[in-house]
C-alpha cells in the first residue's frame, strides 16, 4: 500500500473495496420413472437450466456499495495463473 502511495500525487485518496461474485440458478434433476427390472424405458427430463450471475463490491469506509445482476457472462474466467 506504501509503494501505490507513493507514486501518487501527494493527498489523492485511496479508497479499500472488497468483492465477490456468486452464480445461483437451477439445475433439474434427473428423471426417474418406475419400470420392470432389467428394462430401459425412457423418460424425458426438461434439459434446461437458468442461471444468474451476482457482482458485488463494498467501501467500508464510505459505507458504499455497488451490485451487478446478470443474466449470462460474455468473457472467458478470470484465471490468475493465465498471463494477461
Same mark, same amino acid.
Not at 2 to 6: G, L, S
Given at each position: 500500500m506504501?509503494?501505490?502511495? @507513493?507514486r501518487l500525487p501527494l493527498g489523492t485518496p485511496i479508497e *479499500?473495496?472488497?468483492q465477490d461474485e456468486a452464480r445461483i440458478g437451477q439445475? @433439474?434433476?434427473i428423471a426417474r420413472r418406475w419400470a420392470k427390472h432389467g428394462t430401459r424405458p425412457?423418460? $424425458?427430463a426438461d434439459q434446461r437450466t437458468r442461471s444468474a450471475y451476482i457482482f458485488?463490491?463494498?467501501c467500508p +469506509?464510505?459505507? #458504499?456499495g455497488? +451490485?451487478? #445482476? *446478470? $443474466?449470462? *457472462?460474455n468473457w472467458p $474466467?478470470?484465471?490468475p495463473d493465465t498471463p494477461a
Open positions: 506504501a509503494e501505490i502511495r @507513493n *479499500l473495496w472488497w439445475k @433439474n434433476k425412457s423418460a $424425458p458485488g463490491a463494498i +469506509a464510505r459505507g #458504499v455497488a +451490485a451487478l #445482476v *446478470l $443474466p449470462k *457472462l $474466467p478470470f484465471r
